[in-house]
């Protein structure tokens, strides 16, 4: 199927944009309620590494909507780690 690049990166820009609104509440609701008892640090350190490889299939295929929305959600993830570091036994 040969589809426009402006379509392509039409989707690649909201899957991106959904995938980064994803992590927004969880980060809201840490800082608000400074409970981070049920944050996994083993999957968001798994999610972390993904998004770099994403970024680096992004950069690597020339497609800047995969390099710029993952990069922005390893961003993402990893301010989530290190509130779930930092808050982690605060609550107990």
């Known amino acids: 199927m040969d589809a426009p690049v402006w379509l392509i ?3 690649g820009v909201v899957a991106g944009l959904c995938s980064m ?3 927004v509440p969880q980060i809201s609701k ?6 981070v008892g049920a944050i ?3 999957m968001y350190a798994v999610t972390s590494a993904g ?6 299939f992004g ?3 020339n497609s800047w909507p995969v390099a710029l929305a ?3 959600c390893l961003g993402l993830v990893v301010t989530i780690l290190v509130l779930r570091l930092r808050f982690d036994g605060e609550g107990a």
């Open 9 to 11: 990166n039409a989707f």
């Open 40 to 42: 996994s640090l083993r």
């Open 51 to 56: 998004f770099v490889c994403w970024t680096i």
């Open 59 to 61: 950069l690597l295929s």
């Open 70 to 72: 993952n990069a922005v």
């Open 21 to 23: 609104a994803s992590f």
């Open 30 to 35: 840490i800082l608000k309620e400074r409970d």
